[in-house]
């Protein structure tokens, strides 16, 4: 029996939900002022809620959950026993911008299992897309997410209509990709990274010379909100040492907006290969932070890998913090001479209170009152710091540990 669209809705909205990498910031403006429908802010649209309590979605769905690969970590995987469903081209541009005009969405993320082939359901993303852009005239955003092994000219025209695209990883090694997912080709997903790596290049403005002047010519833009990736955590044995090495070789190679981490969970359909269990979210957690720490605080790999001696990350503490209890002799330091990369190595310290520390201190010595006043982790930082009226006591790493993160414990109910 032919389904309707609400219960094709249903399930292939439910066989998204495994995708983590949906979030985006870093979309050009754009809006309906000069006609169609929609528009896109300058910070992207996060499907999430915002500091300011807004809560921005995306219609996040799959264009079909049917799947010609075996994959053991996919619900919609070939041999699963899931129902299936597919939606046209027009269903899936008519429920976009029904939707967009009863305020329930703000953008479309849209992925797909693969049917007939590669080419055929990369051809069917774009179309969506392109419809989206060109038919109705839809400013809103849209992510799409590329399939490896589809053809060059098919990732370019993605580019030219979708804010983001990204191609999943999967796995942090080669080798359990090849375990797990034996159909797919590392090779080919590689080679989609950096198909879309160099359209975003070429895009970007570009200083050339035009009689006798250095001015900025800019190439028609392509996916201006980047590129992204997700790796599935717990599914093989890889330990986090691991994963964060092959995250950063990510970002290095082809200059990733974001990589996403997604804790692994059994599915309803679980294979017979992968853990029963599901890997802590808090685990999950812990690589997003000490992610952070290699974008945004100058961390080397190394320096984050060096407070992890058996491979993995302490759940019981952030990994700044873990650093700073392997590190106890570059501390405390001094917040009115130390450097940014000093400050930026202090737990409770972010970038944007290192930076008004930095502003401050010129106008003369800061003192504790001063940190309170300029940053929200000064009961973090306390141990670690000097100011004129503040000298910690040097207490040993062990001793500190069990002050700053002391281990948990089952609160009374009554």
């Not at 769905?61 to 690969?69: D, E, P, R, V």
């Not at 008519?94 to 590669?118: A, Q």
């Not at 038919?135 to 370019?156: C, M, N, Q």
């Not at 853990?275 to 000490?290: G, I, K, N, T």
Request: net charge positive.
């Amino acid at each position: 029996m032919a389904l309707n669209i609400l219960e094709k809705l249903e399930i292939l909205a439910d066989a998204a939900k495994y995708d983590a990498s949906c979030a985006s910031s870093g979309g050009a403006k754009r809006n309906a002022r000069g006609g169609g429908i929609g528009s896109v802010t300058g910070a992207g649209i996060c499907h999430s809620y915002t500091p300011d309590g807004r809560c921005v979605s995306l219609l996040k769905i799959l264009l079909t959950n049917f799947c010609i690969y075996d994959c053991a970590y996919c619900v919609s995987r070939r041999s699963s026993n899931v129902k299936r469903a597919r939606f046209t081209v027009d269903e899936v541009v008519t429920l976009t911008l029904d939707l967009y005009r009863r305020n329930c969405i703000e953008g479309l993320f849209l992925s797909s299992g693969i049917v007939r082939s590669e080419d055929d359901t990369m051809e069917d993303l774009v179309r969506v897309a392109k419809t989206l852009r060109e038919v109705h005239g839809f400013r809103g955003y849209i992510h799409l997410k590329t399939i490896p092994g589809a053809s060059e000219a098919l990732l370019r025209d993605a580019g030219i209509y979708a804010d983001r695209l990204s191609m999943n990883i999967e796995l942090p090694s080669d080798r359990s990709l090849q375990t797990f997912a034996p159909e797919k080709s590392v090779v080919s997903i590689k080679r989609g990274l950096a198909v879309t790596r160099s359209g975003i290049e070429a895009a970007a403005p570009q200083k050339r010379a035009a009689s006798g002047e250095i001015r900025k010519a800019k190439a028609p833009k392509f996916a201006p909100a980047g590129q992204s990736t997700q790796m599935i955590v717990g599914a093989d044995g890889a330990d986090d040492a691991t994963i964060l090495g092959a995250s950063a070789n990510l970002y290095a190679s082809y200059a990733l907006k974001r990589v996403y981490y997604s804790a692994f969970s059994p599915t309803g359909h679980p294979s017979a290969a992968l853990p029963h269990q599901a890997a802590p979210l808090l685990r999950e957690h812990r690589l997003y932070q000490s992610d952070w720490l290699l974008r945004f605080y100058g961390f080397a790999l190394d320096e984050v890998q060096s407070a992890m001696p058996d491979g993995m990350l302490d759940l019981s503490m952030d990994p700044k913090l873990a650093w700073a209890l392997a590190n106890r002799a570059r501390f405390p330091v001094d917040v009115n001479t130390a450097d940014r990369e000093s400050l930026l190595r202090v737990p409770g310290f972010g970038t944007r209170a290192v930076d008004k520390m930095i502003a401050s201190r010129r106008s003369g010595a800061l003192r504790l009152d001063d940190i309170k006043r300029l940053s929200n982790g000064l009961t973090r930082a306390r141990p670690f710091i000097v100011t004129p009226d503040w000298r910690p006591a040097m207490l040993d790493a062990a001793r500190l540990k069990e002050r700053m993160a002391p281990a948990p414990k089952q609160l009374a109910l009554f």
